[in-house]
Nanobody, 121 residues
């Protein structure tokens, strides 16, 4: 069974940092990409970042470039999202999912349960 479990969310002040983790199991990690997405109340789910586990290619939404860094530890089947210089507009539930980088969210699968990130001003 393919399973993704997010962790690491929390409450942080603007300018602070958090590191999210996405632990994957049930599939060959190296064959897929893992994407991070977020959804704020009343807004559509949007792509934040993605990493191809096979070659390490990374992608970022313009809104997080220079502040967020995605990485993977293939030995642990875990993808991380280091979030620095957080802004109140980063507040959302963050999800990870399996798919192909640059594909729309609907083309990703095996979504985790999400982890809440709240940035106070």
């Amino acid at each position: 069974e393919v399973q993704l479990v997010e962790s690491g969310g929390g409450l942080v002040q603007a300018g602070g940092s958090l590191r999210l983790s996405c632990a994957a199991s049930g599939f060959t990690f190296d064959d897929y990409a893992i994407g991070w997405f977020r959804q704020a109340p009343g807004k559509e789910r949007e792509g934040v970042s993605c990493i191809s586990s096979s070659d390490g290619s990374t992608y970022y939404a313009d809104s997080v470039k220079g502040r967020f860094t995605i990485s993977s530890d293939n030995a642990k089947n875990t993808v991380y999202l280091q979030m620095n210089s957080l802004k109140p507009e980063d507040t959302a539930v963050y999800y990870c999912a399996v798919g192909v980088c640059l594909a729309p969210p609907a083309d990703f699968g095996s979504w985790g349960q999400g982890t809440q990130v709240t940035v106070s001003s």
